[in-house]
């Protein structure tokens, strides 16, 4: 699985993204139908509601990659996955994050070289933001919940990207979201 992320990431073979997109859909479907199965037992009517995984998600997005890396390697590989999720069961997909500077590569970095590095390392796309929320509301105004936001990246090492992404959505939200983050490997 090394081998085909490192062709894929670094090597700019961009063919792989159909197959490591496909390698995300067990894990996609799996914690959507725990959050159908939540959403049933929590729901307070008699007659339980249908849910579908359109009904499930209010959008998908990705880990932003900085303007230079995305040069380099010619796309962002978060955002190729986000969107074969997004295609397959037909979600909106937002860019709903900027990545605010440059910053070296996090395989390179200890632990805490990563959580002070990634700590302001993101803005929201206010516009995007605010278009989600007003849309989620129209969606989810018969239904009491947070907006539901997945956040896609392909590698969780210590969870210091997936936290500063969520951290800078919650500071600006201006609604309750429930962020769950998808990656393609655990490293």
């Known amino acids: 699985m090394r081998a085909m992320l490192a062709l894929y990431k670094y090597r ?82 937002m860019e709903l994050l900027i990545r605010s500077r440059h910053s070296e590569k996090q395989s390179f970095k200890t632990r805490s070289e990563r959580m002070r590095d990634t700590q302001s390392l993101f803005e929201v796309n206010t516009n995007n933001l605010s278009l989600l929320a007003s849309e989620s509301h129209s969606k989810n105004h018969l239904i009491d919940r947070a907006v539901r936001i997945l956040l896609i990246d392909d590698i969780y090492t210590t969870g210091s990207t997936a936290e500063a992404c969520s951290k800078a959505l919650h500071r600006y939200a201006e609604l309750p979201l429930d962020i769950y983050i998808l990656t393609w490997a655990r490293s």
């Open 12 to 93: 700019g073979n961009e063919q792989l993204a159909p197959l490591l997109g496909d390698m995300l859909l067990p894990a996609f479907e799996a914690m959507t139908f725990e959050i159908i199965q939540q959403s049933i037992v929590v729901s307070s009517s008699r007659r339980k509601p249908k849910i579908s995984i359109a009904d499930c998600w209010d959008a998908i997005t990705y880990v932003p990659v900085s303007e230079e890396r995305e040069a380099d390697r010619g796309f962002n590989q978060a955002q190729q996955l986000a969107s074969h999720i997004a295609r397959r069961f037909q979600l909106p997909i």
